[in-house]
């Protein structure tokens, strides 16, 4: 029975805090509703989709959980820091940090224009510095922390069509070993995952009819990944189970991308 129950233990959140970024939607609506579920209390971060923020938090509600949603441009670092001060200030401190806040925008090369260029850059990349900046100073403080942010296999392989895209996620992967490192003195655990195809609103029309079919069959387990296989792998990280695990880049892909 004991052993039955530490098993269940080490992935509670009980008493812990998270602040997932683009927490409306896809991974990041799947991740605020499990660590909910965990036992965290959750600030769903959104930029525009207030509405669905507002859903996200009111079904957490209704399982019994406690969520808040608040609104910021993670574009902006100011925006960013005061997102995390309003995260100490509801719930008294900051645990766990999702960034998972991202665009996957077509942009072929010899037609992507600057713009396109740094709209990826400011939101998929720049957003993961100012978050992690911003949260690192409050766990600092607390002498504890897990950091998760959302890679991709495009940032271990590229993307054709997507550069700009797999350049943010690559540096995703870069940042995360160096600040695990930098951070670890503190307490602080830095990690990522990296999904392969995943069923959102953001992959919808590649994955319908005949391709989505033909993308399915091209992975080994037989199927896209569901929002909640990254949430589950986020929850593994942000948990106790992760207790000698800093600087890691976990897969989640269906085996479509076998790198370590």
């Known amino acids: 029975m004991n052993g039955r129950k530490n098993r269940r233990d080490v992935f509670s959140l009980a008493g812990r805090v998270a602040l997932v970024t683009g927490g409306s939607r896809g991974i990041g609506r799947a991740t605020s509703e499990m660590l909910a579920g965990a036992g965290a209390r959750v600030v769903v971060h959104f930029r525009a989709r207030e509405a669905e923020a507002a859903r996200v938090v009111r079904g957490i509600a209704r399982a019994g959980g406690q969520a808040t949603a608040v609104g910021a441009d993670l574009a902006d670092p100011e925006q960013t820091a005061a997102l995390v001060e309003e995260t100490v200030r509801l719930y008294g401190r900051l645990d766990v940090l999702v960034n998972n806040a991202g665009i996957w925008e077509a942009g072929p090369l010899l037609t992507m224009t600057p713009a396109q260029w740094r709209r990826t850059m400011a939101i998929n990349l720049d957003s993961v510095f100012y978050g992690t900046q911003a949260a690192a100073r409050v766990m600092k403080?607390?002498?504890?922390?897990?950091?998760?942010?959302?890679?991709?296999?495009?940032?271990?392989?590229?993307?054709?069509?997507?550069?700009?895209?797999?350049?943010?996620?690559?540096?995703?992967?870069?940042?995360?070993?160096?600040?695990?490192?930098?951070?670890?003195?503190?307490?602080?655990?830095?990690?990522?995952?990296?999904?392969?195809?995943?069923?959102?609103?953001?992959?919808?029309?590649?994955?319908?009819?005949?391709?989505?079919?033909?993308?399915?069959?091209?992975?080994?387990?037989?199927?896209?990944?569901?929002?909640?296989?990254?949430?589950?792998?986020?929850?593994?990280?942000?948990?106790?189970?992760?207790?000698?695990?800093?600087?890691?880049?976990?897969?989640?892909?269906?085996?479509?991308?076998?790198?370590g």
């Open 141 to 259: 403080r607390q002498r504890s922390g897990r950091i998760v942010s959302v890679s991709s296999t495009a940032g271990q392989r590229g993307e054709a069509g997507y550069s700009h895209y797999a350049a943010t996620k690559g540096a995703v992967i870069s940042l995360t070993k160096s600040w695990a490192v930098e951070l670890a003195p503190w307490g602080i655990y830095v990690n990522c995952v990296a999904p392969g195809w995943v069923d959102t609103d953001m992959t919808a029309a590649e994955l319908r009819g005949r391709a989505g079919r033909a993308i399915a069959r091209a992975i080994p387990l037989g199927r896209v990944g569901a929002p909640r296989d990254i949430a589950a792998a986020i929850l593994f990280l942000a948990s106790e189970a992760c207790g000698f695990v800093t600087g890691e880049i976990l897969n989640v892909n269906g085996g479509a991308v076998l790198c």
